[in-house]
């Protein structure tokens, strides 16, 4: 699956603010590396020097049009990995490791937490953000809509990303020696412009089946989604669409 870093960031605000929300609970003063893992076109990169500016920071991401834009923009002693998660592994204890609204995509993101824990250094901590609106009317219509036989031919079979319950996050990073903060927070993203809910969606959720589907099938997918979207996330009288999003958080700090 191809990312568009251009379409990723149309919302980078509303996007990046779950991360200063994140960043927040982290309570790790001095830090000698920090590691973002799912770092995206490094848009969030700005965020870690100014809260640790003598670490080294190194962002990782599996999208070679991700790590492209992130190396461009990346500033100097930053350091850009392409690398899958499910492989990738610290050369030396992390003194802060996040991640944010990457994880969803991992296939039994759960059991990868376990080891991305055992790299936190002693006073360290392990933050990460999840998307869990997958039972929202956006990722409903999503879903139902690619399984209709006009699509079925090329989204049968699409891997769709998926998020835990507060709780389970909470029982895999919870042990001896470890300090853990889960919370839940919905967001009412006002969006505008034509066919909000779609241009929102079709940077994250979407991209599965919208790569998947050939170009024709690809502009009728996008019509019909609209359509429906529009019905169940109507215009308010000034024009704009309310979109609720909610996302888990967890912060486990090692003592």
């Given at each position: 699956m191809r990312w568009d870093p251009d379409e990723y960031l149309r919302r980078k605000a509303e996007r990046s603010r779950a991360y200063d929300e994140l960043l927040a609970r982290v309570d790790v003063v001095d830090a000698e590396l920090v590691v973002d893992l799912g770092c995206g076109p490094g848009h969030l990169v700005d965020r870690l020097i100014a809260r640790w500016p003598g670490a080294q920071i190194v962002g990782v991401d599996s999208s070679p049009d991700m790590v492209a834009a992130a190396r461009a923009q990346a500033p100097a002693g930053v350091r850009i990995e392409q690398a899958d998660l499910r492989e990738w592994a610290a050369d030396r204890p992390v003194d802060v490791l996040t991640s944010n609204a990457t994880l969803?995509?991992?296939p039994d993101h759960l059991a990868m937490?376990?080891?991305?824990?055992?790299?936190?250094a002693p006073g360290g901590a392990l933050a990460i953000g999840v998307p869990s609106n997958f039972d929202r009317p956006s990722h409903v219509l999503l879903r139902a809509l690619?399984?209709?036989?006009?699509f079925a031919p090329w989204t049968s079979g699409l891997a769709?990303?998926?998020?835990?319950a507060p709780e389970a996050?909470?029982?895999?990073?919870?042990?001896?020696?470890?300090?853990?903060?889960v919370w839940q927070s919905t967001y009412w993203h006002v969006l505008d412009g034509p066919d909000p809910v779609l241009a929102w969606i079709s940077g994250t959720g979407a991209r599965p089946v919208l790569e998947a589907l050939p170009d024709a099938e690809r502009a009728d997918f996008r019509r019909r989604y609209a359509a429906a979207a529009a019905e169940v996330y109507p215009s308010r009288p000034d024009?704009?669409?309310v979109l609720p999003f909610t996302r888990t958080f967890a912060v486990a700090h090692r003592r």
């Open positions: 969803q995509w991992v937490l376990e080891r991305l824990r055992a790299m936190v690619a399984a209709d036989a006009a769709w990303p998926s998020s835990a996050y909470l029982d895999v990073l919870s042990g001896p020696g470890w300090r853990v903060d024009g704009t669409v």
